[in-house]
């Protein structure tokens, strides 16, 4: 009893010391007035669907935005990924596992490919140079897009903090247009070694791919570098939605509050000047090449010269053909369906999945080194 009295007594105490020691001008801080700030940061809530009693549920994330006092949102602090439109989280759990199959056939096949040039000193040479940029350049676009995507279809994890969406935006978009200079070189090497064999080892030169390298590096940096910057300033006031598994510069001017036909605009024609004359040339390429083919006499000759351009030609049709459906799909316009989900995928995870695959079996150097590491590895 005196225990029982003793306890009460000490917890009496402790909470009178706890109300004496709270300043007089202290308030709670959900009745903290805001209005005259010119920006306050929204608490974040927990919205628990079904059961409102004591059942244990996992809690929905509402999105902390970033206001001014006129309820203006200026940016939301994250995004949330939808995936694929219309499709469970039963269903987006069980394509995890092909997706992260083919995550591991991406870094597999084009981490090989990088490795047996790198060592193979014979295949220092430009066509086998420009593969592995190549191979480099699908090894990061796949691990910027394919383990977030993992997350959200095996975890249903949805968010991506604002400046990271941002910054995987412009890497998606920098890395793409390295790829097509990348093809476009390689057109280019398969154009002097078809017409101008002579010449081939005098006009790409080490230090010239070298050069083209640095050249591409540099023009996808700059062409999208001020994306980020200029998206980060303007107000946006819709949803706070990307109906994707990553973020795409035409998804997110979709939620400014200003008008888009600018950033609309401004992106086409980023785009057409990058994609739109890289393909040009490398098209033009294509038609001198056949028109030096078709003038060779032996057709043994003419069907030997035209099949070292083969695998190149297989990856820039499954670099050209999505991006075309892509850039066709959202000019159409509309809301976003399966099919706009559809085509992004297939442009972004694609390429990084086929290239090594056509350039391992096509390419006898490589090919024969793959067979050559298996068989020691059975030994």
């Not at 109300?19 to 306050?40: E, F, N, T, V």
């Not at 795409?248 to 086409?268: A, F, M, P, R």
Request: hydrophobic content about 50%; aromatic content about 10%.
């Amino acid at each position: 009893m005196l225990e029982l009295v003793g306890s009460l007594v000490l917890k009496g105490i402790i909470l009178g010391a706890i109300a004496q020691g709270r300043p007089r001008g202290c308030r709670s801080p959900m009745r903290s007035q805001g209005g005259s700030m010119k920006k306050r940061e929204s608490l974040t809530q927990l919205r628990f669907p079904g059961d409102p009693g004591f059942g244990i549920q996992k809690p929905q994330l509402l999105v902390p935005v970033i206001a001014t006092s006129n309820g203006t949102l200026v940016h939301p602090a994250y995004f949330l990924l939808v995936g694929i439109p219309g499709l469970g989280p039963t269903i987006h759990f069980w394509l995890a596992f092909p997706l992260c199959f083919m995550y591991a056939l991406v870094t597999l096949g084009n981490l090989t490919i990088v490795l047996i040039i790198r060592v193979e000193k014979r295949l220092h040479e430009p066509m086998y140079l420009f593969l592995a940029m190549l191979s480099t350049i699908d090894l990061v676009l796949s691990s910027i897009t394919m383990p977030k995507m993992a997350s959200l279809f095996l975890m249903g994890i949805q968010e991506i903090e604002f400046n990271i969406c941002l910054a995987q935006m412009f890497l998606i978009h920098a890395l793409l247009a390295m790829e097509s200079a990348v093809l476009l070189a390689m057109a280019f090497d398969r154009f002097v070694a078809i017409c101008h064999p002579l010449r081939h080892a005098s006009v790409l030169t080490g230090c010239t791919v070298a050069k083209i390298g640095l050249a591409a590096l540099t023009r996808g940096f700059v062409f999208f570098f001020p994306l980020p910057f200029i998206l980060k300033r303007l107000p946006y006031c819709r949803t706070h939605t990307v109906t994707r598994s990553f973020c795409l510069h035409q998804d997110i001017i979709k939620l400014y509050c200003t008008d888009t036909k600018v950033n609309v605009v401004c992106g086409l024609f980023i785009i057409l000047s990058v994609m739109g004359v890289d393909s040009r040339f490398t098209g033009f390429s294509y038609i001198l090449i056949l028109w030096a083919v078709l003038e060779l006499s032996p057709r043994g000759a003419a069907f030997k010269a035209f099949n070292t351009c083969i695998s190149h030609l297989c990856a820039v049709l499954v670099f050209y053909v999505p991006l075309i459906g892509l850039l066709v799909v959202h000019r159409l316009g509309g809301p976003a369906s399966l099919l706009h989900v559809v085509t992004a995928n297939t442009y972004l995870l694609l390429p990084p999945i086929v290239n090594p695959l056509v350039y391992g079996a096509r390419t006898k150097e490589i090919c024969s080194r793959v067979l050559c590491m298996f068989s020691q590895g059975g030994k």
